[in-house]
């Protein structure tokens, strides 16, 4: 064995050839990596270029360009002459807010959000506590029934709602009348409209928030539940001490995603009441949405950006809030 040691070092040794293409690869490597390097990023933005250009012409153009919309006085007639338009800075942002229609919209969609989002979250998340541990059998077909509103198109369930919230012939108020009870125009009264979207919204959206908080609360260890109930603690205290916290990641995406779509509501109003009665449950989309309608563009993209900030505010607010502290 140290013969062949020492004669395969003699051998290394005497090979000069070898240490040249050695030393020729060290010196050509680097140029080959930096060909090949080349290549895959051209590859890369060959493959990347189709979604480029249709980021850039169907979602970062149309940003910008409704930014600077908003800063003019563009309104329908100006579309054949788009470069006549006066820039005006923030004056439609103040006349927005001078505008007791849209501060009422704003006010409707501040209700709509600080009473349904909690609401939403509240009932996910009872939903998920029932499923995970008092619903024993027929779990899948509940789980199926909470979740089939959300997959249902929103305009198909707000024209069975206003069906059924008819004031002569709907059933709502048909069923109340066998209890001797007068019911009332929901859609069609300052009092009930607003509330009537709200449960709504709580119907439809309560199942997403069921399903997210129902996979938070199977991911809670049991080690630590068991540990909770021998330290003496009670069904309560295990619910609050030790899985409410495990579910703040949950939680945290569930109010993001159900506030922004909250502040965007507009299909509820759209189709059933049109933001009546008396813009009683005209909200700031829709208020967008009409001054888009009535050629007011520079209004329009001005509530839209109005929208964005709120959403941007609080989508910052619940990350402060619901994070997790560790």
Do not use: C
């Not at 619910?239 to 779509?261: H, M, S």
């Amino acid at each position: 064995m140290p013969t062949s040691t020492v004669a395969g070092q003699g051998t290394k040794k005497s090979d000069p050839g070898g240490e040249r293409s050695a030393a020729r690869r060290r010196t050509v490597s680097p140029r080959l990596r930096r060909a090949a390097q080349g290549r895959q990023s051209r590859a890369a933005w060959t493959l990347a270029a189709p979604f480029l250009v249709l980021f850039l012409a169907f979602m970062l153009l149309p940003v910008v360009w409704s930014m600077l919309m908003s800063l003019t006085d563009t309104q329908s007639a100006d579309l054949r002459t788009p470069l006549n338009v006066s820039f005006i800075g923030f004056d439609n942002y103040v006349r927005l807010f001078e505008d007791e229609q849209f501060v009422h919209a704003l006010r409707n969609t501040a209700v709509f959000v600080l009473v349904g989002l909690p609401l939403t979250l509240a009932a996910g998340l009872a939903a998920a506590v029932v499923l995970n541990s008092g619903i024993r059998r027929f779990r899948a077909l509940f789980r199926v029934g909470f979740y089939l509103p959300v997959i249902t198109s929103v305009v198909a369930v707000a024209v069975v709602w206003k069906t059924l919230l008819e004031p002569r012939a709907g059933l709502v108020n048909t069923v109340l009348a066998w209890f001797g009870i007068d019911g009332p125009a929901w859609l069609a009264d300052t009092r009930f409209a607003l509330p009537v979207m709200i449960v709504m919204a709580v119907w439809r959206n309560l199942g997403t928030v069921m399903i997210i908080m129902l996979a938070g609360l199977q991911s809670v260890p049991r080690s630590l539940m068991e540990a909770a109930e021998l330290d003496g603690a009670g069904p309560w205290q295990r619910f609050w001490g030790v899985t409410f916290p495990l579910l703040r990641p949950a939680l945290l995406l569930t109010a993001v995603t159900t506030g922004i779509g909250y502040l965007q509501f507009f299909d509820e109003p759209f189709v059933m009441t049109d933001g009546g009665p008396l813009d009683s449950t005209l909200s700031a989309t829709l208020y967008a949405y009409k001054q888009f309608g009535n050629g007011n563009y520079e209004m329009a993209t001005a509530a839209g950006y109005v929208v964005f900030v709120l959403i941007v505010a609080l989508t910052v607010l619940q990350f402060r809030v619901l994070r997790d502290k560790d």
